[in-house]
């Protein structure tokens, strides 16, 4: 049976926030211990992310260690799962090499994450070539390790139609040797794409609209008491909208029945509160402190075991070496099947220097 292969990956450029939880951290935490996974790597993406950072290496030097942290406070258990920096698989820049002859510019030109990139970072009249590659880059991320799964935001599907575009062009060209992956997307809309608390269209450290992971409980109830909600919804009588509503959204990503029965038996399930406040009676600031409870019964776990690992830095570091180094022997080995099938593996190839002997011996 075809191996089962997860393979993830974030930018270092900052710590992890909410979005990125349900968005798929708290996917990878659930799968690490599903047996029918025979691997699970995790990337930090440190290479993609110079590519809109040339100019700042310091920040992704800062930001490896916050995203491990991050993880290992999620609940990413290192035995389990493969944590790499992706500059130290050196392999991954020579597959990608060797990938940019399988796809042509305009392939990437039209894919619409990196369109909405290239616009909000003023890139239109000179994109840096490295930037604009990196989508074949992070085709080679996905395929070097064989995955097979990759769970990731709904931004991210284009790069993986490319990858599996990528590898079926490989494979039609020079053999079988790569396998497609497909995406594994969050169960709901709200975890899709969670909005920042301003309600503005995604969290995101640039609009200064995240909760972070590690964000100590009074940030986070002070973020949350000062969320956008219905700003037609004057008085508590007044009927409220779900629309666009952060505070609903942000229920309908991390509310569970469970949380009605410990903080707020008058209401069985989030259909009934959203019934009571669409039907007017309801306060925000009343949904906002249930939130609360329910983000701080998530975040607490994960600062506990953040301040765990801040104190064991080197352990981390450790981590970090010993997940690249399985990440490169991996690597390694595809790469030998890769260079075997595109025969560029001349020095390997013992046959190829008999046979060229025997051609020219018979010459004389
Ligand atoms: N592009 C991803 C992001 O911005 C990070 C990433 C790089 C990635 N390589 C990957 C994700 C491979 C999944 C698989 O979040």
Redesign the pocket.
């Known amino acids: 049976m075809a191996k089962k292969v997860m ?5 270092p450029t900052g710590r992890l926030h909410i979005g990125h939880y349900v968005g798929s951290l708290r996917r990878r935490v659930e799968l690490q211990s599903d047996p029918s996974y025979d691997r699970i790597f995790i ?1 930090i ?1 440190d290479a ?1 992310a110079l590519t809109d950072n040339a100019d700042n290496p310091d920040k992704l030097r800062e930001n490896v260690l916050e995203v491990t942290l991050d993880y290992l406070a999620a609940g990413i258990d290192p035995d389990k799962v493969n944590i790499f920096i ?1 500059s130290a698989v050196p392999e991954l820049t020579e597959l990608a090499f060797y990938f940019m002859n399988l796809t042509t510019v305009s392939r990437v030109q039209r894919n619409p994450t990196v369109k909405t990139e290239i616009q909000m970072r003023n890139f239109e009249a000179n994109i840096p070539l490295g930037f604009f590659c ?1 989508p074949v ?2 085709a080679a ?2 395929t070097l390790f064989h ?1 097979t799964v ?1 769970p ?2 709904e ?2 599907k284009p ?1 993986i139609e490319l990858t599996n575009e990528i590898v079926r062009r490989f494979n039609a060209t020079y053999g079988e040797v790569l396998n497609e992956a497909s995406i594994l997307l969050p169960d709901n809309k709200a975890c899709m794409r969670l909005p920042g608390t301003d309600g503005k269209a995604k969290m995101s450290k640039s609009l200064g609209n995240c909760i972070y992971l590690s964000d100590t409980q009074e940030e986070v109830e002070k973020k949350i008491k000062s969320m956008y909600t219905d700003p037609t919804h004057l008085r508590v009588s007044d009927p409220g909208h779900l629309e666009a509503n952060a505070v609903f959204t942000y229920l309908d990503a991390f509310c569970q029945d469970e949380h009605f029965a410990k903080y707020w038996p008058e209401y069985k399930n989030l259909d009934e509160l959203k019934e009571h406040y669409t039907r007017g009676g309801l306060g925000d600031m009343k949904c906002k402190m249930f939130l609360n409870k329910i983000m701080q019964e998530m975040l607490e776990p994960i600062r506990e075991r953040r301040k765990y690992w801040e104190q064991h830095i080197p352990e981390v570091y450790q981590i970090l070496e010993r997940g690249t180094a399985a990440a490169r022997e991996v690597g390694q080995q595809t790469i030998r099947e890769v260079r075997e099938a595109m025969r560029i593996n001349y020095l390997e190839d013992q046959q190829l220097q008999q046979s060229q002997s025997q051609k020219y011996s018979q010459t004389l």
């Open positions: 393979l993830t990956g974030d930018r990337m993406a993609q992706q990196y880059s992070q991320d996905i995955g990759v990731v935001g931004d991210q790069m």
